[in-house]
């Protein structure tokens, strides 16, 4: 089954990323965004380019957005969400406030 949420950075659609399967992600910004040469990458370790990113486990900086510890545990608990599905707590932040500039959004 595959799930997807969009990336904000200062409230402007940044890019998708894309859970193909277990074990197969995908980022890739969006092409207007791409387009401006103000708009920075979302991450030093994403930089812009046209080719998606593809990676066999969830990118560390998407993993870095997540609840930690106690809050962690009390959000999975509450919203019915395995500890271990990584890109399921992404999807159960989206629309929270995160650290930095970076949102996730499910339209």
Known sequence: ????????A????????????????????????L??????????TLPKRSEPYRSKRIFSF??????EGANRKAMCIAHKVDEEDFFGMLEMICNLDCIGNVTLRKD
């Not at 387009?35 to 030093?44: C, G, K, V």
């Not at 998407?62 to 609840?67: A, D, E, I, K, Q």
């Open 10 to 33: 200062d409230n402007i659609h940044a890019g998708r990323l894309t859970e193909h399967a277990r074990n197969d992600y995908e980022f890739a910004y969006d092409a207007f965004y």
């Open 35 to 44: 387009a401006n040469p103000q708009l920075p990458p979302i991450s030093l």
């Open 62 to 67: 998407f993993t870095n957005l997540l609840p």
């Open 1 to 8: 089954m595959m799930r997807t949420v969009e990336v904000y």
